[in-house]
C-alpha cells in the first residue's frame, strides 16, 4: 500500500526511536512505503532537521551501496543541563537518608519517564565511543544500565554478588568495599560477555569504588575492555578512589543540619563536561 | 517560532512515544508549536490513523475543559502473534539447559530490542485495567518490569531475597519454594507503594509459583491490590500451583532428546488469549 509522506514521517520517527544505532538502507524504506527513493530521502532530510531542532538525535548518512542512515540519541548541552537540574531537584525530596548515612534513590531509579532521559544522557556521552555492551551489578544499578543499553541499542549483562544457578558457568572475582571494608565476590555468567567486548561499566552510586573496582577486574577476567565508567550518584569519600576516571550524574553529600539531622546536599556530578 | 505541519507530525509521535497514558491537553501542543489548535486537531487525527494503520497504538481523545488526549501502547493481535512466534524461536537457540533443568534466558531478558517489544505486548494486555506500578523480585525480573512500567508509564518496584541498607525500612513475608523445598524471605521497602495501589506483578520465570504467591501476600500485606499476574516463562510442574490465574508468554519445557541429552520445547504461552 502506498503511504503519504505524513505518514512516513510518522512511522519513520517511531522507527528510528526504537532502533537507535542501526544503519537502515533508504530501499528498505521505499519498499515499505512504496515511495520513491528520492520522497524517502526528502523524507529524511526533513526528520534529521526536526530531531536536531529539538535536541533530541540526529541521523547520520552513510554513502555506497552497504549505506543507509542511522539515527543516534543526542541530547543537546541544554536538555542535559535541565535534566541534571531536574535530578538535582528530584533528589533532595523526601527523606533519603538512611542510618549509616546511605541514600535511597530506588523511587527516581525506578520512574521510566526519568530513567528514559537518564539514558538518553548516558548515551550522549558515549556516542562517539564503541560500546558494545553495558554491565552492571545487581540490583540497583540494573534500571540504568537498561536505560543506556536501550538508547545504544546494545545487550545489557548483570554481574551478581550472590551465584544463581541458571547462570551456568561463571568467571568470579574478589573485590575490597573499602566503605565497608569487606571482602566481596562478584560474579558473571561466562557466556554473557564475548572476549573483546567494548564493556560500558554504569552503577547507582559511588562511594570508595570497591565494587566498580571489582567490575573492572572483572571485565579484565574476561578478556573485554571497559569503554567507560558512569555513575548516577557520587558520594564523598575522604580516602583515596580505585577508580579515579569516571563520571557522575550527581555529586551526593550527607550534611547535618542546624536540627542536628542528616541532610541532603545535592550538586551536579561532571557528565556535563563531556556533553557538547 | 512557528512549526510546519511535518515537524509538528514528527515531535509529537516523539512526544507521544515517550509519555504513553499521559493526558495532554491540545492547547500545549498548540502553545509550542505556535498552531492553531484547529490544526493540532488534524495532526491528531492524521497521527491516530497512522498508528492504527500500523498496529502501534492509539489515541484517544477526551473532551471538555480538563480533556485532552493520550497515547496507549497497543500491539495488534498480528503483531502480537509475530511476537511470540519470534520469541519460541530465539528460545529454543543456544544451549539454554543447566544442570537441575534451569534454563538460561538472561540473554534475551537483556536484549533491549526485544524487551521493549514484550513491554508492548503486555502492556497491551491490561491497557483497559488500572496499573499504578509494577512489581518484580530481583534479579531477573527487574529488565521485564522495567520494560513493561515503561509502556504504561508507571513506577516499577523491586522486592529483594536479600535485604539493602538503602531500601530503609521495609515489609518481608516469608514463602515456601515448592521447586526447590525452601523457606525464603521476600522484602520491600516500605516506601516504595503506597497503600491502595493497583500493583502488577512480573517475573521472568514461573514453575511451582512459591516466589510468585510471596509476591502476592507482599502486595497484601501492604494493603495493595493484584492488578494481574505476568510471566515470561511458564516451566511444567507437575503439583498444584499456588497461584492460579497468570499469563505467560511462553510455555517451557525440557525433554530428554535421543542422545539422552536435555533439549527445550518452547510454545506459545496463554497470554495471546488477552489480546484482541
Redesign the interface.
Known amino acids: 500500500m502506498k503511504v503519504r509522506?505524513?505518514?512516513r514521517?510518522?512511522?519513520m520517527?517511531?522507527y528510528f526511536?526504537?532502533?537507535p544505532q542501526t544503519l537502515v538502507s533508504l530501499s528498505v524504506f521505499a519498499s515499505k512505503y512504496e515511495a520513491a527513493k528520492s520522497s524517502v530521502s526528502e523524507d529524511l532530510t526533513?526528520?534529521n532537521?526536526?530531531?536536531q531542532?529539538?535536541g533530541?538525535g540526529k541521523l547520520t548518512t552513510y554513502p555506497g551501496a552497504a549505506g543507509g542512515v542511522m539515527f543516534t540519541t543526542y541530547m543537546s548541552k541544554q536538555n542535559a543541563q535541565k535534566l541534571i537540574d531536574k535530578l538535582c531537584e528530584e533528589a533532595v525530596k523526601g527523606d533519603r537518608v538512611?542510618?549509616?548515612g546511605?541514600?535511597?534513590?530506588?523511587?527516581i531509579l525506578?520512574?521510566?519517564?526519568i530513567?528514559?532521559e537518564i539514558g538518553k544522557l548516558i548515551a550522549t556521552e558515549y556516542s562517539n565511543k564503541k560500546v558494545d555492551a553495558v554491565l552492571t551489578v545487581?540490583?540497583?544499578g540494573?534500571?540504568l544500565a537498561?536505560?543506556v543499553?536501550?538508547q545504544l541499542?546494545?545487550?545489557?549483562?548483570?554481574a551478581?554478588q550472590?551465584g544463581?544457578?541458571?547462570?551456568?558457568a561463571t568467571v568470579s572475582v574478589n573485590y575490597l568495599s573499602k566503605s565497608s571494608s569487606e571482602i566481596g565476590k562478584i560474579q558473571v555468567?561466562s557466556?554473557?560477555l564475548p572476549a573483546g567486548s567494548h564493556v560500558l561499566l554504569v552503577d547507582d552510586f559511588i562511594k570508595g569504588g570497591g565494587t566498580m573496582s571489582g567490575l573492572v577486574d572483572l571485565v579484565h577476567e574476561i578478556y573485554c575492555e571497559v569503554a567507560g565508567i558512569t555513575v548516577f550518584g557520587e558520594g564523598r569519600y575522604t580516602g583515596v578512589r580505585k577508580i579515579k576516571e569516571f563520571t557522575s550524574l550527581l555529586h551526593v553529600e550527607t550534611v547535618t543540619n542546624d536540627d542536628d539531622q542528616l541532610d541532603l546536599k545535592i550538586t551536579p556530578g561532571n557528565i556535563l563536561d563531556k556533553i557538547y
Request: net charge positive; proline share 5%; glycine share 6%.
Open positions: 509522506r505524513a505518514e514521517l510518522i512511522d520517527t517511531r526511536l526504537e532502533h526533513i526528520l532537521r526536526a530531531l531542532n529539538r533530541v538512611m542510618p549509616g546511605y541514600v535511597y534513590f530506588s523511587d525506578g520512574r521510566p519517564e530513567l528514559r545487581a540490583v540497583k540494573i534500571s537498561q536505560a543499553a536501550e541499542n546494545v545487550p545489557f549483562v548483570i551478581r550472590d544463581a544457578v541458571t547462570d551456568g555468567a557466556r554473557a
